[in-house]
């Protein structure tokens, strides 16, 4: 598995807004192959910013990569600068392996 994370600071007053632009969106993840889940979390209020992260998991970085080259990548993300206003600095893109896997499922 391959987990990407995007962590963004949004600022006072925005999280509405934030919101509806991700809920509104064409994803196109789900018709990507590869492509496992995606959550959208919301994080503390802290001074200057609230902080939310986007989590989208990948059976592969390779998957990964080879959305990011895509048709899907550039619609989904058509306008994303045009919300400047609502961040409190560039969103911060970490990516990582999986080392260890336990399902929860499997207690079941």
Do not use: C
């Not at 509405?16 to 959208?40: C, I, K, M, N, Y």
């Not at 998957?63 to 961040?87: I, V």
């Amino acid at each position: 598995m391959f987990l990407t994370m995007n962590r963004f600071k949004v600022n006072p007053g925005q999280e509405a807004a934030f919101e509806a632009v991700w809920t509104g969106r064409d994803s196109q993840l789900p018709q990507v192959p590869g492509f496992v889940s995606f959550h959208l979390m919301k994080g503390p209020a802290k001074e200057g910013h609230t902080l939310y992260a986007s989590h989208t998991l990948w059976e592969s970085e390779a998957h990964f990569t080879a959305w990011t080259k895509s048709e899907a990548f550039r619609n989904a993300h058509r306008g994303a600068g045009s919300h400047g206003d609502l961040y409190a600095g560039p969103p911060e893109l970490e990516m990582f392996s999986s080392v260890q896997v336990i399902d929860g499922k499997a207690a079941a």
